[in-house]
Structure formats: C-alpha cells, structure tokens
C-alpha cells in the first residue's frame, strides 16, 4: 500500500467543543476519501462510542482505546489488554481509597460503583451516560483501557507501584489506565506494519496530552490550534482551530488536499 494513510483524533480535532463536526471537516474528509487517501481514525474512545461517527463519515479503519484495539477495514489487526493480575491488585486498592472506576473492552465499559459525581461529570463531557455497574466485569476478560476518577491530587495514592500501567488525565475528574508502553503511536505502527506502508506516509491530527507520542512518531505530525502546549511542540505545523477549519487548513498546509 503506497497511499498515504492520515488518522485524526475525535475530541477536539473532528469534533468541536458541543461534539459536533464542523461543515468544513466533513467536506474535507469525504474529499480526501474520493482523492484515495486512506483516513483513520485514532481516539482514547472505545469502539462502541464513536460507532455513529464512523457511519457519518464513512470511515472503517481506527486505532481505539489509546492504542489498544485496532482494525482495519472491519479486520482487528491489534490487541493489547492490561495485566490481569495488576489489574485485580489496582482494583483492590481502588475500593480501599473510593476511587471509581469503569472498566472498558472493545463492545462495552462497566462501572465499578454506581451514579459517582466524578463519573457522572467526566462521561457527560464526552456526551456519555454514565456506565452501569459490574464490579467484577473484569473478571475473564481482556481489559484495554480503565477509566479512573478522581482528582489530579489524589491520584498518586492509586498509582504509586503500578510500573506495567500508564496514567494519562483527560479531564479533572479523571485519568486513562494504559498497560505499559501503550499508546495512539504504538496501535499506528501495528496499523503501518500490517499494511507495509512507510512512516514516511502516515500523517496524524491531534490535540491532548494522549496524542503526543502519536504526533512525534508519525511522518507528518499536526496540532490543532486548540491543542495543549506540550502538542504544539512536538507538532511539525499547527493549524487552526478545531472552531476555525483546522482540518481543512491543516490537510492544505500538508498538500493533502
């Protein structure tokens, strides 16, 4: 496969601020698809979040989970789940502490606990409702990707000894647990791999703390304008706004479109 392939983040960088997706974003999307360049997507969200989305804009190929789950084309080309056991243990000391959590696979996420405020805040700003409750639903199952809540303060408490996870905070109330060395970067090279592409070719559009290793490791790296500053310098151009046709200018700027 010689195309090249560009992934895009959903979160402010497909969708705006009231999780809509600006005119210009569609347009530029469906423009790349007719000019056979292959789009992706590359979100902390689970599959079964942005299923709609993936409809809308007719997009079938994605790197979900930060990394942990990948397909392409309908063919699931990458898993990796977090440590059973370190998972049980985290979990132990998460209910000793009252810390929530809610646990997620590729189809579905459970609660550890039911209608918790920080749940209840941290899901709505992602036009999520809040998990129902299974508190052993990580028992027997390959876990990608848990959701902690709590504050930024608190959370070191929870963490301090857990050297296979990754901890990245998305939103005040709350952090992704990763296993080690997980990440948008590590599920794009599992993509790249599979379809014998070189980095070279591979463009990627993003704006949190979890795209970082994904913008530097790609050929062709861009932050949105409404990117966090440690993005931006990492970035090999920042475009506009999510709210400014910042995947439209940005896909210009690359000689994509």
């Known amino acids: 496969m010689s195309k090249p392939i560009v992934f895009f ?7 705006n601020h009231e999780k809509q997706i600006p005119k210009s974003t569609k347009e530029a999307i469906f423009e790349l ?7 992706a997507i590359a979100t902390g969200r689970a599959p079964f979040m942005f299923k709609e989305l993936r409809e809308e804009l007719n997009i079938n190929s994605f790197v979900s989970l930060n990394g942990q789950y990948a397909e392409f084309e309908g063919e699931t080309i990458h898993k990796h789940a977090l440590h059973s056991e370190q998972l049980h243990l985290f979990t132990e000391r998460a209910n000793e502490l ?3 959590l809610v646990y997620l696979n590729n189809e579905t996420m459970k609660a ?3 209608a918790h405020p920080h749940i209840l805040e941290a899901m709505t700003s992602i036009k999520m409702n809040h998990p129902e409750v299974q508190s052993d639903f990580y028992h027997g199952r390959d876990i990608y990707q848990v959701l902690l809540f709590c504050e930024e303060h608190e959370e070191t408490k929870l963490t301090n000894g857990f050297e296979q996870f990754n901890f990245i905070r998305w939103h005040d109330y709350s952090s992704d647990v990763l296993p080690i060395g997980g990440s948008k970067a590590n599920g794009i ?3 790249v791999n599979h379809l014998g592409i070189d980095m070279k070719n591979v463009f990627a559009f993003g704006d949190g703390l979890n795209d970082l290793e994904m913008i530097e490791n ?12 440690p993005l931006k310098k990492l970035a090999n151009h920042i475009t506009s706004s999510v709210e400014e046709d910042g995947i439209l200018k940005g896909l210009k700027w690359a000689g994509l479109l």
């Open 9 to 15: 983040d959903i979160d402010g960088t497909i969708l």
């Open 33 to 39: 698809q007719n000019r056979d360049v292959h789009v």
């Open 98 to 100: 009252n810390i929530p």
């Open 112 to 114: 550890s606990i039911d």
């Open 189 to 191: 090279q599992q993509m």
């Open 218 to 229: 790609v050929g062709t790296g861009i932050a949105m304008g409404n990117a966090v500053e």
